[in-house]
């Protein structure tokens, strides 16, 4: 996915740098016809600049803030903890609900990211019919079941 | 009184017999001195009638002599047992035949007083030979017999006196006998003691109120260089010690004795030629106010003592060294415990430990000890050459220096002889015939290390080599140990790290393939032939099964990561809740499930639950062709220790291949009969072996298995 089809504002971010899982991930979602909007992020650099209109994104008119941003922990540059821990440092993004969508279950980053303030931390399950029933249920938590904050602009 | 009895007629005159007898002449002649007879004198018949009685005889009897005449013999007899039946037994021996008869019978006068009278009676016979008549004579012997019975009585009690005297005697006698023998005795004993005395080795003397000698032995004289006992006689024992010495023993010795009391001491004896010795003495005070004294001399006694206590004191250095050295554990440690020893024990102003490496040409100074400051560190080096290694050495002999200025300077000895180290000695640390190092000591004065110094240094440089050598080989052993512990753990972190990352790596092309074959089959499945439909399912199918390997190999990859954390495990909650969840998924609800009561275990609940549900999912899976599956979960206790088993009645296994049972990736069925990513039982494994418990098994084939685990070994938690 290119950086030019990223919408001016997504109901969902998903920060994924592998494009098969984001494929698969994108799949599931249009599949639950959820109706909402899905901007998929190669790195966390790139999340970062989004959501805060800066750099590539300088030029990005946001309407509302993201519903859910769905990060994976292994990414390149800047890592999904470090992401993670910037967004819930911001006063303007720390309400925004992140859920970390990973391979990993180690103890230690579980731990990190619960200490930096996630809101739920979800092992990729490694069959696929499982991952995709994951993420279609996590959207459909957050966006549907969940109240999500009042506030949904910068 | 008693009344004569006539029995016969009184007759005129001698009767006719003795007519017949004498002549008349000689009647009359007889009769004159019968009647003037101045002894009693009584004629009877045979039948015992009184026919005659002389002037003498009645006049004794108090009759008169007519009255007499014709009475019965016996009644001028007394009427005692004496008397009567004494007289009657006489007439009887008459009668019998007897011509003589003496007797003593008590008799009796006319006024009834009884005497003793001694008898003499004959018969007269006539010439036919029969008796016609008695003629009896009688003394009175009352005074006799008196005076016998006073006799007896006095001879009775001289004889008392006789025996009592003799007794007397005779005990007097033994005390005596006893004396003599005890001074006999005595005698010896002193004639012994006095031989014992003169021959004794150990000196004996006995000394006047004033000190002077009274005795001395030979050996008293020989112990303090005299000649003989007689060159001390009448000298006083002053002469035996020196003025100090005899001070001493005024003020003390003596004191003692004059209040009663033996002193026993040692003192510095002073010979005849003016040498000294060792004595030991013990003087005993004397009634009389002298002294007996008993001396040896104990100069070599005293030697062997110090003899003996130097050996003491070495072996008490030698010991405190193998302590310290013991205690010890680098060789520096060792090396400064032994010159700690050395420097507090014997004479040295300087100490040092020098250790050679081969390699390098260079010694190390692992330990010193100075007393003053020194220019030579501890841990300082040196090349070899600055040392003075000479052959003496290398052949492992102690080098002793006596004066440092009889040798070449090193720039080593140099700076030694700057701190006023004046001789020194080197001794060699061998070790399997090489040079490794030195135990050097200094001292400020010339020629200090003596033969025994040496000896003893010898030995304590060979406790050092010893100890040294240990402690390397120690150090050797402990630094290899943990390069080799820090490269398993190395390793082991390395080989987790890459399981994990190529697990973890593996994961998300794994969902590709099977996410998008997936996709294929579903939106191009249609467009696909049979063949092509098998091969698809074939991917799918493969990847679903990577899959699970990938995810088991990263469960068992965390089981040796993950921290323990350890509390009370309900082993018999939880083992419930494992076979309720496991035959939920597996949809198996004809399986008979008997869970026992299970003693609790202290330990990761989250890895006893790995272990319950590893093992009941095997006991399902292989139950699964059973027509009466059944599944036991329980314990067993033995030797105080619980067991808990999984027990099912499923295929089993052959035991041929129980030892591969635990292995990763070890399967003993084919996947067409089970599958199974052989992960399973060594994540168990590990699992167990996490809470030091132990995990084995025992089956048959086609009739079930056992799993058995223990937990309760957990660290830091007593067995029970």
Redesign the interface.
Known sequence: MSKQSLPESADILLVEDQPSDAELAARALQQEGLDMRLAVMRCGSELLDYIFSRGEHASRQPVDLPLLILLDLKLPRVSGDEVLEQLKADERTKHIPVVMLTSSREAQDVERCYQLGVNSFVVKPVDSTRFAETVQRLARYWITINEPPRTRSL | MAELQHELPEMDGPPEDEHVLFGAEQQAIHSRLYEDAPVPYIVGTADGIIRKVNKQAAERLGYAQEELVGAPVVSIYAETPDGRPRAKQVLEKLRRGDDLVHDEAQMQTRDGSVFWARITIRSITNEAGGVVAHWGVFIDIEEQKALEKELRKARGESEAEVERRTSELSRINRALREEINKRREVQQEQNKQLAAMEASVVGMSIHESDGTFRYANPAHATIYGYDSPDELIGESWEILYDDRQVEDVKSEALVDLKQGRRWTGELRGLRKDGSYFDVLLSLTPLPDGGLACICQDVTRRKQQERELQRYADRLQTLHEIDRAILSAESPHAIADAALERVYEQLPCDRASVVVFDHESQQGEVLAYAVGGDSKIKRGARFPMSEFRITEMLESGQPEVVHDMQNVPPTSVLSKLQKEGIRSYISLPMMLDDELIGLVNLGSKETDSFTEAYQDLMREITDQVTIAIRQARLLEQVQKQTEELEQRVAERTAELESFTYSVS?DL??????I???S??LDKDYGHLLDEEGQRLLSIVRTSA?RM??L??DL?ALS?LGR??MRKAPIDMTELAHQVTEELLRVHDRDSVSVTIRDLPPAEGDRAMARTILTNLVSNSLKFTRDEAEPRIEIGAIEKEGAWIYFVKDNGAGFDMAYAHKLFGVFQRLHDDDEFEGTGVGLAIVERAVRRHCGDVWAEAEVDEGATIYFTLNDVPGVPNT
């Open positions: 973890h994961r998300t092309p794994l969902r590709a099977d996410g998008f997936r996709l679903s899959g699970q990938i995810d990263l965390r993950q921290e």
